[in-house]
């Protein structure tokens, strides 16, 4: 008999917000919008309830929460270290493996990087809100 614990809901709380940060303040730093309009579509890091069904364990949960984690800290690096491709790859195979779709490897970002102009996104968070 093997006794597994289930992820809890402040876990998935956090899942949705590194999601929610990759959207926000990673994918434009490397992708148009209408790119990330198709990641949308496509269901990339989805945190639907039935993703949290398949991640389901503790365990689980935690190696989601490190490995997005783990990836946020490469791309939010100033240079995009070849050194760093392997550990990329592997966090990202990672959370395919727990559920989570993320189709991209490091490449893919290193081209991004160096073709995508600074701009403006609408996915990205406001400087500044207006308080009426």
Do not use: H
Not at 21 to 39: A, V, W
Not at 77 to 100: C, H, I, M, R, W
Not at 107 to 112: K, N, P, R, S, V
């Amino acid at each position: 008999m093997k006794i597994v614990f289930a992820s809890t809901p402040s876990q998935e709380e956090e899942i949705c917000e590194l999601v929610r940060y990759i959207y926000s303040n990673i994918f434009p730093l490397y992708f148009t919008d209408n790119e990330i309009s198709q990641f949308e579509k496509l269901k990339v890091l989805n945190t639907s309830k039935k993703q949290f069904e398949e991640i389901g364990t503790l365990k689980d949960a935690f190696q989601v929460m490190t490995s997005i984690q783990t990836i946020i800290s490469i791309l939010e690096s100033p240079q995009l270290n070849e050194e760093y491709a392997e550990v990329f790859n592997k966090n990202a195979a990672n959370l395919n493996d727990l559920g989570l779709f993320f189709p991209f490897e490091f490449e893919q970002f290193e081209t991004a990087k160096n073709m995508k102009p600074v701009m403006l996104s609408i996915y990205s968070k406001a400087d500044n809100e207006l308080l009426i």
